[in-house]
């Protein structure tokens, strides 16, 4: 082997080593395998597998921002102390809210099990007349309004009564209660049946809520109510029985859709009132109580809604009671975007018993809104962000 060959042999070698180690430099090791949310279809839109479970989440709410002004007895505006002479002022009633919601559902050997959850947080003035004393805007107490597990047709926990939710409530207005329908608040163990053909029905116990509503023994408040609904429309019926004062209300609700336009609704109530107007009672009721809060025995509401486009809608409420007590109320409600609405509300009360209104049982209870006049007058502007 001569000396030009033994060179170019070792410069081979050279150049091999330092090509092993310069692809030895260069090699990156393999990433970890990463989990991700895994999107669960099976209850709706929104919804996500909670990694390492079964349980599918999903979490919503809305920001909310109201301003409402004019009379206080149409529930729209409010009042205030001069700060200069301390004198009655009326002023806006302006409120902000951020409403957290959660729903779970996870489906089990006895059917599915769900929650739902909201929670409200409320900064604003309070509405109504508060005379010559001060009204400041503050962060309102945390309102829990739904707590509920439900398994199968079994749901306990807290949320609306089966009196105003299984019937739906009073129409689309934001002021639906110028003649009251019922309390909403109360703790309960309820049963849902639904047929599969149009036809459900609920049993509802109830803890019910206020110094009034609470039940005072062992003995629940009792709702039953069923329902029938088809293309056309729905019927349903409820009745509940006030386990404090030993009374009973019911209500009946038509719906109609008339076309895809256009839906209305009527409902009637009615209620006994023998102990509710009984002055001799330690809590006397004053004539309303958790369930039957509208004045006398009977209340009629109607109204309806009508969709101009896919972006704006009209809505309006009628309600009447046996006290002669008439609220209207209408609206209209236009998405300015998917997900932002705003609506724009004009309300009117006849307090049909005004001239009664004083501090002898039962006029405490006649002045439902705490109107300071036999006609009110108000507007409500609402901005609301849903996600």
């Known amino acids: 082997m001569n000396i030009k060959s033994l060179l170019l042999g070792s410069a081979a070698a050279l150049i091999a080593v330092s090509g092993a180690r310069a692809a030895d430099a260069v090699v990156v090791a393999e990433?970890?395998?990463?989990?991700?949310?895994k999107i669960c279809d099976v209850y709706g839109s929104g919804y996500f597998y909670i990694p390492g479970t079964e349980t599918c989440l999903r979490i919503g709410g809305y920001v909310r921002y109201?301003?409402?002004?004019?009379?206080?007895?149409?529930?729209?505006?409010?009042?205030?102390?001069?700060?200069?002479?301390?004198?009655?002022?009326?002023?806006?009633?302006?409120?902000?809210?951020?409403?957290?919601?959660t729903w779970s559902g996870q489906e089990t050997e006895l059917g599915t099990l769900k929650t739902y959850t909201e929670t409200r947080f409320d900064f604003g003035n309070d509405q109504g007349d508060f005379g010559t004393a001060p009204n400041p805007a503050h962060n309102q107490a945390v309102n829990l309004k739904h707590a509920w597990i439900q398994l199968g047709g079994l749901r306990i926990g807290k949320t609306d009564t089966a009196f105003e939710s299984f019937i739906d409530y009073a129409g689309n207005v934001l002021n639906d209660t110028l003649v009251p329908y019922g309390d909403h608040n109360t703790n309960v163990i309820q049963y849902y049946f639904d047929a599969g053909n149009g036809f459900s029905a609920v049993v509802s116990l109830e803890e019910g809520s206020g110094v009034k509503g609470t039940i005072d023994s062992y003995v629940p408040h009792v709702v039953g109510g069923v329902k029938y609904t088809q293309g056309w429309g729905a019927i349903t019926g409820v009745v509940a029985y006030d386990s404090n004062y030993e009374e009973v209300a019911g209500k009946v609700r038509l719906d109609v859709n008339v076309s895809e336009a256009v839906s209305l609704f009527v409902m009637g109530g009615y209620g006994t009132d023998d102990n509710l107007s009984d002055p001799t009672w330690a809590i006397p009721g004053r004539g309303r109580g958790i369930y039957k809060q509208w004045g006398g025995n009977w209340a009629v509401w109607g109204g309806g809604t009508y969709k101009f486009n896919e972006k704006t809608s009209f809505n309006a409420q009628v309600s009447y009671d046996e006290w002669k007590n008439l609220g209207i109320a209408a609206n209209i409600v236009y998405d300015i975007v998917p997900g932002f609405t705003i609506t724009t509300e004009v309300d009117y009360l006849h307090a049909g018993r005004f001239d009664e209104?004083?501090?002898g049982s039962p006029a405490p209870a006649l002045d439902w809104t705490g109107a300071d006049k036999k006609n009110s007058v108000g507007g409500f502007v609402r901005f609301q962000r849903s996600f």
Do not use: M, Q
């Not at 990433?31 to 949310?37: G, T």
């Not at 002479?85 to 951020?98: I, L």
């Open 66 to 101: 109201d301003i409402g002004f004019g009379d206080v007895g149409s529930y729209d505006g409010a009042t205030n102390e001069d700060h200069k002479d301390g004198s009655r002022n009326h002023t806006y009633y302006k409120n902000a809210r951020f409403s957290l919601r």
């Open 357 to 359: 209104f004083g501090a």
């Open 31 to 37: 990433p970890e395998p990463a989990e991700y949310v």
